[in-house]
Nanobody, 123 residues
Framework: QVQLVESGGGLVQAGGSLRLSCAASGRTFSMYAMGWFRQPPGKEREFVAVIGRSGHITDYADSVKGRFTISRDYSKNTVALQMNSLKPEDTAVYYC????????????????WGQGTQVIVSS
């Protein structure tokens, strides 16, 4: 079992920044690819970013490329999402996810999910 707990959400003005963090507990952190997904109000959950087990491979949704950065800290068993130049359309509940397979995670079929943290970007 892997437990994921997100933090760092909140209310921010457009153009501002937020840093989300996800703490992972349970089995060996390095065994899992980690990712972030989001669900905007009234919409389906969508992919945001993913990072591989070694931390060398990352992938981003086109809508966040150049603005968001995913990273992981093996000493703290955490994965972070640095969000800059935020836009109102970034408003969503953000979920942390983990899976042993990068491709599975990238497709949104992760085995483990956090409870989510709310991000609201005001215009």
């Amino acid at each position: 079992q892997v437990q994921l707990v997100e933090s760092g959400g909140g209310l921010v003005q457009a153009g501002g920044s937020l840093r989300l963090s996800c703490a992972a507990s349970g089995r060996t952190f390095s065994m899992y690819a980690m990712g972030w997904f989001r669900q905007p109000p009234g919409k389906e959950r969508e992919f945001v970013a993913v990072i591989g087990r070694s931390g060398h491979i990352t992938d981003y949704a086109d809508s966040v490329k150049g603005r968001f950065t995913i990273s992981r800290d093996y000493s703290k068993n955490t994965v972070a999402l640095q969000m800059n130049s935020l836009k109102p359309e970034d408003t969503a509940v953000y979920y942390c996810a983990a899976d042993a397979a990068f491709a599975t995670l990238r497709q949104g079929l992760a085995h483990y999910w956090g409870q989510g943290t709310q991000v609201i970007v005001s215009s």
